[in-house]
């Protein structure tokens, strides 16, 4: 990808960063799980919504979440019009595109209304804020919300599965499609919900069910029980930096280039007293060692 491409990345994540708190605060309590409020998790458990799971189905989807999330519903059924049924070269052409918007969007400061400070103060204020909206600003407040809520929790387990693995988790996906029962293993840890979620996995319980397949049942187990966010993770915020531009593809850009990327994004730099290269280099290569990566860098 050219260097425009790289740069835009680069402020999109500057974009989003402020949000990568609620991943790192799991690792850093511990737990390697996922912990959203409860008011968001009441959202998310209501009955009759789709399993956030179907996106890893589909690689276009987590980041055509994320970008439906940056842009709100003003932008939302173009989006959705223009990524159904495409090809993969023109989901990438299209993706370019929307990146560009989204940083003019950034640049604006505009973000999507699913991050307005109404709903991160008291309640009651954001309460008063809300009864004024009119029933459409409602409606379309709402989408926005689940649009966050959605992009937020997909491109977490994304976020753990770069970290943990190496690979995104709609790898994993695809890879335990062909019957790699390894990679459906790897995939649970990171994501239960892919158990009811993706049909293929309904399958191959059903299949293990009746066929006494008592090792696949106790590797599942396992799996069910791991954190997805497995072992200690130094410089937490940095990883998921690299794990993003990772799935965009870009770590094997020049260290200066993601030096200058990181400095902007604002988890590296002078603001930390990081002069040079050598430093983010080692940063660099422990995430690759973790991740099992084969990089040069």
């Known amino acids: 990808m050219n260097s425009v491409s790289f740069e835009n990345t680069a402020i999109i994540l500057k974009g989003l960063y402020p949000y990568t708190k609620l991943v790192t605060r799991v690792v850093q309590q511990g737990t390697g799980y996922l912990s959203l409020p409860e008011a968001s998790v009441?959202?998310?458990s209501r009955p009759g919504l789709p399993h956030w799971s179907t996106a890893y189905e589909d690689s276009r989807r987590p980041k055509s979440l994320a970008v439906a999330a940056i842009l709100g519903t003003k932008h939302f059924n173009i989006l959705k019009e223009s990524l159904k049924d495409v090809s993969e070269r023109n989901a990438l052409r299209i993706r370019e595109l929307f990146k560009r918007v989204i940083v003019r969007e950034i640049a604006k400061g505009r973000l999507s209304h699913a991050f307005d400070e109404p709903q991160i103060l008291d309640p009651r204020v954001y309460e008063r804020w809300y009864r004024r909206l009119s029933e459409e600003d409602k409606t379309?407040?709402?989408?926005?919300?689940?649009l966050f809520l959605y992009a937020l929790v997909v491109n977490s387990f994304n976020f753990a599965s770069l970290m943990t693995f190496g690979v995104s988790?709609?790898?994993l996906v695809a890879r335990a499609k062909?019957?790699?029962d390894e990679a459906l293993f790897q995939a649970v840890q990171i994501d239960k919900t892919t158990l009811s979620g993706i049909p293929y996995f309904q399958?191959?319980?059903k299949r293990a069910s009746v066929s006494n397949d008592s090792a696949f049942f106790y590797k599942l187990?396992?799996?069910?029980q791991?954190?997805?966010i497995s072992g200690k993770i130094k410089h937490k915020r940095l990883m998921i930096v690299f794990a993003m531009l990772d799935d965009e593809g870009f770590l094997d850009r020049p260290i200066n280039e993601i030096f200058d990327a990181c400095e902007m994004i604002g988890v590296y730099g002078q603001r930390f007293h990081q002069y040079d290269d050598a430093g983010?280099?080692?940063r660099l290569t422990d995430y690759l060692k973790r991740t099992g990566r084969q990089i040069r860098i």
């Open 280 to 282: 983010l280099r080692k």
């Open 140 to 146: 379309a407040h709402q989408i926005n919300v689940y």
């Open 42 to 44: 009441a959202l998310l």
């Open 178 to 180: 062909t019957g790699d």
């Open 221 to 224: 187990g396992l799996k069910i």
């Open 169 to 171: 988790i709609c790898d």
């Open 226 to 228: 791991a954190p997805p």
């Open 203 to 205: 399958d191959r319980l």
